[in-house]
């Protein structure tokens, strides 16, 4: 895999036209991510563009709901011949499990390959002290987001997404094949933003990550084709 393919920029805009902009602007970006945002706005049309374009996608809806409901949108989301989709760990292991199997239904009647279900461990914009005093979760934050990702994999889905600081230890305890997607990657250049645990590129790579979800610094930058293009540069140079 080359060093391009294993970072996903995210399409956060709200409008078709802002999120087709935003891909002129990169035709060299392979991977996109959909979220929230641009998905309630523009539903599924906006996947059939990046099909269309041949770009991957990381479909990152995050679902979380009773078994039967992650089921049901795990089911239809598949449909979409998508590359990844994303569920809540903590949505418990009867519905990780029946995702997985609805999953499989759903790339069926699409006619298209299965996605790979990628569980959220704990999103990065929470911190050891949120998890405590907000959420009352009792242990530290590197052992939940292990035993969140341990539960991912035992219930059969693919990999995990989780903060630069949690992938090493989750590369090793998970193994090899276990897919490891960090966001909160910064460069030493750009702006932390609302990120708590962050690394640089090359400290997230070397530490376990399959793939970067980098955002602002190059969705944000006076030119993002130069950005995108400083990022991998400074990937290639550890490779």
């Known amino acids: ?8 920029v995210p399409l956060d805009v709200a409008t078709e036209a802002d999120a087709i902009a935003l891909i002129e602007k990169l035709p060299q970006v392979s991977f996109w991510k959909v979220g929230l945002e641009l998905f309630v706005s523009r539903g599924s049309e906006i996947l059939r563009i990046l099909k269309n374009r041949e770009k991957r996608i990381f479909l ?3 679902f979380h709901d009773i078994p039967n409901t992650v089921a049901g949108a795990t089911r239809a989301a598949a449909t979409y011949g998508v590359d990844l989709i994303t569920i809540h ?3 418990g292991r009867e519905a990780l499990k ?15 390959a299965p996605p790979k279900l990628i569980a959220i461990t704990l999103l ?9 005093f907000d959420l009352k979760v009792p242990i530290e934050l590197p052992e939940y987001a292990l035993q969140m990702a341990l539960l991912a994999q035992e219930t059969g889905l693919h990999g995990a997404v989780c903060s ?17 997607i960090c966001p909160g990657v910064r460069p030493k250049w ?20 399959d793939y970067l979800v980098i955002g602002r ?3 944000t930058a006076s030119n993002p084709l130069d950005a995108w293009e400083k990022i991998c540069d400074e990937l290639s140079s550890i490779n």
């Open 1 to 8: 895999m080359s060093v391009s393919d294993r970072i996903i």
């Open 60 to 62: 990152d809806l995050k």
């Open 89 to 91: 760990a903590v949505a």
């Open 98 to 112: 029946r995702a997985v199997a609805a999953s499989d239904e759903g790339a069926k009647a699409g006619g298209c």
């Open 124 to 132: 990065t914009s929470l911190n050891s002290r949120d998890l405590a």
């Open 164 to 180: 630069p600081h949690e992938v090493s230890q989750l590369r090793q305890v998970c193994g090899d094949n276990f897919i490891l």
């Open 190 to 209: 750009s702006v932390i933003g609302d990120q708590r645990r962050t690394m640089t590129p090359g400290e997230a790579i070397k530490a376990g990550a």
């Open 217 to 219: 610094p190059i969705t």
